[in-house]
């Protein structure tokens, strides 16, 4: 992590008098003890509590504090909800946390433009459940969609069980109000659905909280299908399953959503949630279709066709809309219900072609024999996206260590076979140190220019997916000051 700012630990009490002349005195939290809760993000492993929390309410305090920041130099840390799993929200010891959890109201619902503005704060699942009554939905639906908060989703570009169909956050985004770290307030697309000049709303997507604050969100609404239904495929193996997966999108296939778990992960969901999984699959596929009632009827007879060839061992279409909900519930208890079998676990994400989940899914469970832990596999198979959850006891000595070693070795495996180091969690800490496995010197540093082009200081979320730190003085940065280049009268060509 940058080395700490031994300046502005000392001055913790005058940052907290400034900041509770910013925004609410209530709304900013130094005490040690407060300050607990904000020590970690769903990536528990790591703690660090912050030299102080800000709780903004409005964007203008946002701005207010980001500017008070800059000016004194402070490193900052913005949060969501808490529930990244890469250490993206670990806070600073010398850094401010930026909470936006008070940002969350449903500012404004257009169904003529089918879009909703909402600010950061506001939970996921509480879009959908805003506009259900007209019929109306927010596509990405992350597993913990109840409590992950939208801001959080754009920075992370979340995205869900169903978006094989519907994309990920970034295909579901019409505009951002983002606030810079120089307090400057700027707004990128709107309610139509396509941007004039430069994909920003691209860039600040994904980034991670490094670019900017989220205040603002324009979302694209969806009109709910007429029908949709779910199938329950059993397999003998996890090979079998993966073969299957490959052969439904080859057919030309693109359900709503189409998921696998392995038969730890089934045991402990069925036993937690008893959606009535097959406990006796060595894999199983959940498969939904959905569109017209004939569309899906076709197309249900043609993946049970499939999964047949392949070897299903079980197949069990839902009958209601009930059953189908209670099949989902099933996989997005998947994370508790593992939790249950094992005092702590390390959950993993990465990305690799269809094709090479027999491969893969082989060679972790070679690796688990390795480092003497089990692993527990959840993972949106219609896009590669996996989750292997490795279970491990943090009071063994040697046990996180292993854990971390294991899940290295599973995301450098994803990039040998043509992957990726992430899917929706990003890179925060958690995968930072593997960034060079991926990406050369050189695509970094034009990665990082691009950082400084928004934060030349480096203060928004440092330590977070960069490997190495520069200055941007050291990648050919020059920084503005006042509209004035540095020592004007030198002659530039």
């Keep these: 992590?940058?080395?700490?700012?031994?300046?502005?630990?000392?001055?913790?009490?005058?940052?907290?008098?400034?900041?509770?002349?910013?925004?609410?005195?209530?709304?900013?939290?130094?005490?040690?003890?407060?300050?607990?809760?904000?020590?970690?993000?769903?990536?528990?492993?790591?703690?660090?509590?912050?030299?102080?929390?800000?709780?903004?309410?409005?964007?203008?305090?946002?701005?207010?504090?980001?500017?008070?920041?800059?000016?004194?130099?402070?490193?900052?840390?913005?949060r969501g909800s808490g529930t990244s799993l890469s250490g993206g929200a670990l806070p600073l010891a010398d850094g401010v946390l930026l909470g936006l959890g008070k940002l969350n109201r449903i500012l404004e619902i257009d169904y003529d433009n089918r879009c909703a503005i909402v600010q950061p704060g506001v939970p996921n699942l509480a879009i959908s459940h805003a506009v259900a009554e007209r019929g109306f939905y927010y596509a990405p639906d992350p597993s913990s969609q109840i409590a992950c908060s939208i801001g959080g989703n754009v920075a992370e570009n979340s995205g869900g069980v169903h978006c094989l169909k519907y994309g990920l956050t970034t295909n579901n985004l019409l505009g951002l109000e983002v606030v810079l770290m120089d307090g400057d307030v700027m707004r990128v697309g709107g309610r139509h659905f396509d941007a004039a000049g430069y994909d920003l709303m691209g860039i600040l997507t994904g980034s991670e909280g490094l670019l900017g604050v989220v205040t603002e969100v324009t979302v694209r609404l969806l009109r709910r299908p007429p029908t949709a239904r779910a199938l329950l495929a059993g397999f003998a193996s996890n090979e079998a399953a993966g073969e299957a997966v490959a052969a439904i999108i080859a057919a030309g296939i693109i359900p709503a959503g189409m998921e696998m778990m392995d038969r730890p992960a089934v045991a402990a969901v069925e036993d937690f949630v008893h959606a009535g999984y097959p406990l006796e699959?060595?894999?199983?596929?959940?498969?939904?279709?959905?569109?017209?009632?004939?569309?899906?009827?076709?197309?249900?007879?043609?993946?049970?066709?499939?999964?047949?060839?392949?070897?299903?061992?079980?197949?069990?279409?839902?009958?209601?809309?009930q059953e189908r909900l209670t099949f989902w519930a099933g996989r997005k208890a998947a994370f508790p219900a593992v939790g249950r079998i094992s005092p702590d676990y390390y959950c993993m994400d990465g990305t690799i072609p269809r094709s090479k989940l027999p491969l893969v899914l082989n060679r972790m469970a070679e690796m688990s024999q390795r480092f003497g832990l089990r692993v527990a596999n959840v993972f949106h198979a219609g896009d590669g996206n996996l989750h292997p959850l490795i279970l491990y006891d943090a009071n063994k000595a040697?046990?996180?260590?292993?854990?971390?070693?294991?899940?290295?070795?599973?995301?450098?495996?994803?990039?040998?076979?043509?992957?990726?180091?992430?899917?929706?969690?990003?890179?925060?800490?958690?995968?930072?140190?593997?960034?060079?496995?991926?990406?050369?010197?050189?695509?970094?540093?034009?990665?990082m220019r691009l950082k400084c082009a928004f934060d030349p200081e480096q203060l928004l979320n440092p330590g977070k997916v960069f490997p190495t730190l520069h200055r941007c003085a050291e990648l050919g940065a020059m920084h503005v000051s006042g509209g004035k280049l540095p020592f004007p009268d030198l002659p530039r060509f």
Excluded: W
């Excluded at 450098?412 to 990726?420: F, M």
């Design 1 to 78: 992590m940058p080395a700490l700012d031994e300046e502005a630990i000392s001055a913790r009490e005058q940052v907290a008098a400034d900041l509770a002349r910013l925004v609410a005195p209530a709304s900013v939290i130094a005490a040690p003890a407060a300050l607990k809760a904000y020590e970690s993000d769903g990536l528990t492993a790591y703690r660090q509590p912050p030299l102080v929390a800000a709780l903004p309410g409005n964007t203008a305090e946002v701005a207010a504090v980001l500017r008070y920041c800059h000016e004194r130099k402070l490193k900052v840390v913005p």
């Design 281 to 321: 699959a060595e894999g199983l596929l959940i498969v939904e279709l959905d569109g017209t009632v004939a569309e899906v009827d076709e197309l249900m007879g043609h993946v049970q066709a499939i999964a047949q060839q392949k070897g299903a061992t079980s197949l069990r279409v839902s009958q209601s809309e």
């Design 398 to 447: 040697g046990d996180l260590e292993r854990a971390e070693q294991f899940g290295a070795e599973i995301l450098k495996l994803c990039v040998e076979v043509g992957g990726v180091l992430t899917g929706e969690h990003g890179v925060g800490v958690e995968k930072r140190d593997l960034m060079p496995t991926m990406f050369s010197e050189v695509d970094l540093a034009q990665q």
